[in-house]
């Protein structure tokens, strides 16, 4: 996908047969310059570089569809065979590691001044980096992730597509397995390496806590000289996320407690009493509604006023994550202040009062029907789920005021290993203390789930998200709220859309 055109080119292509290496073929070396990258011919943009990527599907098989589209340059591997219709080649050994030397020279070519974020976690690391987005658009020209672009492509991409003027650059890095993330943060040679959370997720590939602990600290391995870690300093996993930071960046800690230990250069937020001798942020008197939340931050000597229209405590802790990466970020840097300003967090807290994720699949709020037919609520969090964000899913779902029926439709939580059906389980506790009325479930783990469930919650069970659709759908009536949340993998999108399109006439409400 392009990005916007701004007045100077992305790349020139001397810049791009110095960054890459490679050698071009063919089509018109006076092209205009390129002003975006695109590895999907859907979204390609006139004047664009088209990356051949081969993923799940061999970009090399769209080039000269892309051509087609407008393409200025194609980037391929050495042995493609050009055909008549394409234009200008670059060719290289490999495109993915051309892309990430473009990635570093991307990165390398940004002013002293600019200031660059990396973001991990194990849940909030995507709404993290959009209130980051959000928050620095105030004091500069931004520029951040797209989607969750965070894997060992998405991440080289978004550098390579980083504007040369860019003020500050939020970069999310995700992964699955030990040892993805170190290549990664160094690439990005962040300023601020921030971890939202270490939280019970991709099992599958990990031991336990402690090695998905380890596994994020590796963000903290590309920090600049003088970077600064960000971390939370609350949860099960706190003191040893601590610990490593601490070991990583070559800092001294008191083996007791580590946060007795604090400096300049590791920053956490915690829902804890904070402790204003160390760079900590505290959050207090959290007020929640399903319209959004309040909270008050604890920064230093000062309160300040933490206002969001995202319900949920994680989004409270998502914000906190957030401003503390500002705080950091900003360190040194000369910004003018509007008038009237005292702290530029608070200019940063303005930004936040607004912010909304819309994407879908991530807690997208829609009313569907009509009053002939009947309405409902659909809350869509179909793009991702572990046992953290279902219990947050929960309590949104809770927050909905009144008589109205709250419905749970989930499907398979992925990637937890030997504990998936323990975990899927134990999520009954979560729907008996949040209220939720029905749960509609599918999947061989959510079978746990709904075994364990009182026999009033039980809605209905299938296999699938195509067989659950006909039972869900003759259960509806008329105000419900239905929350749908799963692993992108089970297949729960399916469902939303089905809500949205196919949705039948409801009858009479009831809590029953």
Known sequence: M???????????????????????EGGDEDAWPLMGISIDTRTLTKGDLFVALQDVRDGHDFVTQ????????????????KHADDGLLLRVDDPLQALEKMAVAARQRLTCRARVM??????GKTTTKEMLRVCFMSFGKTH?????????????????????????????????????????????????????????????????????????????????????????????????????????????YNSEHVFQSGHERIACFTLEDNDPERWCLGVEKI???????????IYGQDELDLELVLPGTHNVMNAAACITAVSCALVGLDIPLEKGDAYLVEQALRALKTFQLVTQG???????????????????????ANPASMSAAFENLSLYPGNRR?????????????????????????????????????????KALFTALNDEKRGAYAANADELKGELFAALKNDDIIMVKGSNGSRMATLVEALKVDLPPLRDGGNN
């Open 144 to 252: 951040a992730s797209e989607k969750s672009y965070n894997n060992h492509w998405g991440v080289p991409l978004t550098l390579a597509r980083m504007p040369r003027d860019t003020d500050f650059a939020v970069i999310e890095i995700g992964m699955n397995h030990p040892g993805e993330i170190r290549p990664l943060t160094k690439m990005a040679s962040p300023h601020v390496a921030l971890v939202t959370s270490v939280l019970p997720v991709h099992l599958e590939h990990f031991s336990g806590l402690e090695e998905i602990a380890q596994a994020k600290a590796e963000i903290f391995e590309g920090l600049q000289p003088d970077g600064i870690a960000v971390i939370p300093a609350f949860g099960e996993m706190a003191d040893f996320l601590g610990v490593l930071a601490h070991e990583t960046l070559g800092l001294p």
């Open 2 to 24: 392009s990005q916007s055109v701004d007045q100077q080119p992305l790349w020139t292509l001397d810049e791009l047969a110095h960054a890459t290496g490679g050698a071009f």
């Open 66 to 81: 892309a051509f087609g589209k407008g393409a200025a340059v194609a980037l391929v591997k050495s042995d493609y065979e």
């Open 287 to 297: 007020e929640l509604s399903a319209k959004g939340s309040i909270a008050t931050l």
């Open 118 to 123: 990396a973001v991990t976690g194990s849940a």
């Open 362 to 384: 991530r807690g997208q709020v829609l009313e569907l029907g009509d009053d002939r037919a009947g309405k409902l609520t659909l809350i869509d969090e179909s793009y991702n």
């Open 406 to 446: 709250k419905l749970a439709v989930l499907g398979d939580m992925l990637e937890l290993g030997e504990t998936a059906d323990e975990l899927h389980g134990a999520l009954a506790i979560e729907i008996e203390r949040t209220g939720i009325d029905k749960v509609f479930a599918c999947g061989p783990h959510m």
